[in-house]
């Protein structure tokens, strides 16, 4: 039986660091409110023109050079993303031209901060079929350019930050090579994709951009924050105990969680109802702020770089965001 393993990981966040101070220059928000209410102290936001797959691009490389591959070697690029550069053609194209691979395979993922979830499990897929060999798989955010930066926007603005993480998967016969995904569980509720979203431009409204809707920051994301808070604590233990359950395991084998960085409250919480000790939940939301489909490979690479995931741990990937779309991938390390 043919499995994936994770044989690079990388990341890459822009230099500019954004305080929860500075913040407060430009909207009516303070430190303590958004340590208290997210665990957030600062995130990295991107200085002009700068898109996802600029960032993407150290990320991957990295995560190349760790799994000792070319990036000519790749049988596809999937890019996660919420943010692509443009609306089309895709970030992966993009990342692709970037990295000099003409006639590499490329994909999108729309998942949001489930993004890179779904795309492990993809990308998993492809490799247990025998018909790829390598992968790259990127979570890749710009969200600062398009935040309102003003009081009315900041609900939403405060938690968002800016960067890309990169894993490679590769095709391993032998399991006890260690790195390798063993399930996935994937999960959406369209019915309430309007409690996160971004209204304009779209191509469902003719034109699909209007002054008006500028005006009314429709451009911007909106979130009705404590409905999207009370099912992600909820949706996150579920889907964990799902994964776990169906290969025979309980939340007590978990050697390491990785949940979506989301907010800190919302790891906190699933941690005591899951009965894990911090020590087996990472969480770095306090310096990036919430990356969505970047943050699981960001903090995937960052946990591993700090010895957190030991060999032969069982390592669960969680997340739940817009969609709604909530999923976890089950890794022995
Ligand atoms: O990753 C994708 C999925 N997203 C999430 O999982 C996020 C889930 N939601 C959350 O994390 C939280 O709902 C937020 C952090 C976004 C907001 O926290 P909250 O505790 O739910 O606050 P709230 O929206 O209920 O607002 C409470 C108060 C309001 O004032 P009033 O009406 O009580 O006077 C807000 O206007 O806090 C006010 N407020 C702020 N005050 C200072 C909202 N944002 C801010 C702010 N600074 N940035």
Redesign the pocket.
């Given at each position: 039986m043919r499995h994936s393993r994770i044989a690079g990981l990388g990341f890459h966040v822009p230099d500019r660091i954004v305080t929860n101070d500075d913040?407060s220059r430009w909207?009516?928000?303070?430190d303590e409110?958004?340590r208290k209410?997210?665990g957030i102290e600062e995130r990295r936001w991107v200085e002009g023109d700068v898109g996802p797959a600029e960032l993407a691009e150290p990320a991957a490389r990295k995560a190349l050079a760790e799994a000792g591959i070319d990036a000519a070697q790749l049988d596809l690029i999937i890019f996660a993303t919420l943010s692509p550069d443009i609306n089309f053609p895709g970030s992966s194209c993009l990342l692709q031209a970037r990295l000099g691979v003409p006639g590499v395979a490329t994909l999108d993922i729309r998942n949001?901060?489930t993004g890179f979830v779904y795309a492990l499990a993809v990308a998993d897929q492809f490799i247990r079929t025998g018909m790829m060999q390598r992968i790259l798989v990127v979570g890749g955010e710009v969200h600062s350019s398009g935040l309102d930066i003003s009081t009315r926007g900041?609900?939403?603005?405060?938690?968002f930050g800016d960067g890309a993480g990169a894993a490679v998967l590769t095709a391993a016969e032998d399991k006890d090579q260690g790195r390798v995904l063993l399930d996935h569980k994937l999960h959406a509720d369209g019915s309430q994709h309007d409690i996160?979203m971004v209204k304009a431009p779209a191509s469902g409204l003719n034109p699909r951009l209007t002054q008006e809707m500028l005006q009314n920051g429709d451009h911007y994301p909106h979130?009705v924050?404590?409905a999207?808070?009370k099912q992600?604590v909820v949706r996150f233990p579920e889907v964990i105990t799902e994964v776990l359950a169906a290969n025979g395991y309980t939340p007590a084998d978990i050697g390491l969680l990785i949940p979506?960085?989301?907010?800190l409250?919302?790891s906190e919480m699933v941690a005591r109802l899951l009965h894990l000790d911090p020590d087996r939940v990472y969480n770095n939301i306090q310096r990036y702020g919430?990356t969505?489909a970047a943050?699981i490979p960001i903090a995937l690479t960052e946990a591993v770089a700090e010895g957190r995931a030991k060999p032969g741990d069982l390592v669960v990937l969680a997340?739940?965001?817009?969609g709604l779309t909530w999923g976890a991938n089950l890794i022995r390390w």
């Open positions: 913040l909207m009516e928000t303070s409110w958004i209410r997210t949001q901060c900041r609900d939403v603005t405060v938690i996160l979130m924050g404590q999207v808070f992600a979506h960085q989301a907010n409250r919302i919430n969505t943050s997340a739940f965001g817009a």
